[in-house]
């Protein structure tokens, strides 16, 4: 839970702290990506965490590309939708491995 320096009063309820998933991918290369997630209460900042580790495991010891989360992510839980926590995710590992990418090639995030 990140400290705001003033809550978010748009959303109901107000949001005094943001619940911020942190994504780290580490490829081959020695690599990490990083991005963040914003998960709007900590009850879904608890759920992503966990559906995250769970997920992880479809992309252990393979090549994992933004099209792999794209392709493989998805399918599992292709009767949900891609929006909700499975769109979150989703994102959370596309930015992860974009950022990686990025790195590799020495270009700026």
Do not use: N, W
Not at 60 to 69: E, G
Not at 89 to 95: C, I, K, N, P, T
């Amino acid at each position: 839970m990140a400290p705001l320096a003033a809550p978010i009063s748009a959303a109901q309820p107000v949001i005094p702290a943001a619940p911020l998933v942190l994504v780290d991918v580490e490829v081959d290369q020695g690599i990490t990506g990083t991005a963040y997630i914003f998960a709007c209460t900590p009850l879904i900042l608890t759920l992503l965490v966990q559906f995250l580790d769970a997920l992880s495991e479809l992309f252990t010891d393979h090549t994992a590309t933004p099209a792999d989360v794209a392709r493989t992510g998805v399918a599992p839980f292709r009767l949900l939708g891609r929006q909700g926590m499975v769109g979150m995710a989703r994102a959370g590992l596309d930015m992860a491995l974009r950022d990686t990418q990025r790195k590799a090639a020495g270009q700026p995030v």
